[in-house]
């Protein structure tokens, strides 16, 4: 029998992949359930140590920054040619630049819009054609309860860029969906890694953390077990969701 988030035969790519969180526990998730799996990170230098860290799998590595237009076309199109198919596409890059909004400037506001939003335009339109005309294929996008709280102070962008993202989900999901095709997201809420502490205050921190009714913080392998979900064939009914990883701190009705 087959259990059904068995993704043996199936090829997953996953962005910004290589740092310390969410992208690389979900990378090595979907390896350790039978996926080939292609981690794609902006900085090369981190993809080659990721995929020497993941080397017990079926993992290979390419330098990806979302942004980079052509460099997406080129990828996707190395993959194909690479691996012959793409199932999975996790889009898991994002960026803030806090600042108050009357102090943001353009070029933080369309960085942050480019990394979060675009980017995940710019997957998705690469590799749609391929899934459409495979009759198959699962998007899973990362956003962020953010997206309908706008919790963290000074984060404007990203809250926009991530509803954005919400938006863009359900648009595709309807247009992808007569070919079998699914686009959902997982909005993560608080989950540490290294690098956020540089991003949002230790105060606010432990603000964010004292209000999750589970008593503690996700951490990146609770937000990929549900990328994991989604991605396979257990969810196989389930498309334009977005579904909150956050320790009950962004109920919705
Ligand atoms: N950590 C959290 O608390 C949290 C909460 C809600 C949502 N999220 C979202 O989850 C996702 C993962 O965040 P994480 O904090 O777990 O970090 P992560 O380790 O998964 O991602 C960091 C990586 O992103 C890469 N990256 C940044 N810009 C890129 C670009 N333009 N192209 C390709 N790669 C790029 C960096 O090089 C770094 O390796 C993001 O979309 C983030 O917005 C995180």
Same mark, same amino acid.
């Given at each position: 029998?087959?259990?059904?988030?068995?993704?043996?035969?199936?090829?997953?790519?996953?962005?910004? &992949?290589? =740092?310390? *969180?969410?992208?690389?526990?979900? @990378?090595?998730?979907? #390896?350790?359930?039978?996926? +080939?799996?292609?981690? /794609?990170?902006?900085?090369?230098?981190?993809?080659?140590?990721?995929?020497?860290?993941?080397?017990?799998?079926?993992?290979?590595?390419?330098?990806?920054?979302?942004?980079?237009?052509?460099?997406?076309?080129?990828?996707?199109?190395?993959?194909?040619?690479?691996?012959?198919?793409?199932?999975?596409?996790?889009?898991?890059?994002?960026?803030?630049?806090?600042?108050?909004?009357?102090?943001?400037?353009?070029?933080?506001?369309?960085?942050?819009?480019?990394?979060?939003?675009?980017?995940?335009?710019?997957?998705?339109?690469?590799?749609?054609?391929?899934?459409? &005309?495979? =009759?198959? *294929?699962?998007?899973?996008?990362? @956003?962020?309860?953010? #997206?309908?709280?706008?919790? +963290?102070?000074?984060? /404007?962008?990203?809250?926009?860029?991530?509803?954005?993202?919400?938006?863009?989900?359900?648009?595709?999901?309807?247009?992808?969906?007569?070919?079998?095709?699914?686009?959902?997201?997982?909005?993560?809420?608080?989950?540490?890694?290294?690098?956020?502490?540089?991003?949002?205050?230790?105060?606010?921190?432990?603000?964010?953390?004292?209000?999750?009714?589970?008593?503690?913080?996700?951490?990146?392998?609770?937000?990929?077990?549900?990328?994991?979900?989604?991605?396979?064939?257990?969810?196989?009914?389930?498309?334009?969701?977005?579904?909150?990883?956050?320790?009950?701190?962004?109920?919705?009705?």
């Amino acid at each position: 029998m087959q259990l059904k988030n068995d993704l043996t035969g199936r090829v997953a790519l996953v962005t910004a &992949a290589a =740092g310390p *969180g969410i992208g690389r526990a979900t @990378a090595g998730l979907l #390896a350790e359930h039978g996926a +080939t799996v292609v981690l /794609t990170d902006r900085a090369g230098d981190r993809v080659a140590e990721a995929v020497r860290d993941l080397a017990r799998t079926d993992v290979h590595g390419l330098t990806l920054d979302v942004t980079d237009e052509q460099r997406v076309a080129e990828v996707f199109e190395q993959v194909l040619r690479d691996h012959g198919r793409i199932d999975i596409l996790v889009n898991n890059a994002g960026t803030s630049l806090p600042a108050p909004i009357w102090e943001i400037s353009t070029a933080a506001w369309r960085k942050v819009v480019d990394v979060c939003l675009t980017g995940a335009f710019f997957t998705m339109r690469a590799v749609l054609p391929h899934m459409i &005309a495979r =009759g198959s *294929g699962s998007i899973v996008n990362i @956003a962020s309860t953010e #997206a309908w709280t706008s919790r +963290t102070p000074g984060n /404007t962008a990203y809250h926009a860029a991530k509803a954005g993202l919400l938006a863009l989900t359900r648009s595709t999901a309807v247009q992808v969906g007569p070919h079998q095709v699914r686009v959902n997201c997982v909005a993560p809420g608080l989950t540490p890694n290294p690098l956020l502490s540089r991003v949002i205050p230790e105060q606010d921190l432990r603000e964010m953390r004292d209000e999750i009714p589970l008593g503690r913080p996700s951490t990146p392998e609770d937000i990929a077990d549900s990328v994991l979900f989604l991605a396979g064939d257990a969810s196989r009914s389930i498309t334009g969701e977005t579904i909150a990883v956050c320790g009950g701190s962004a109920m919705r009705p």
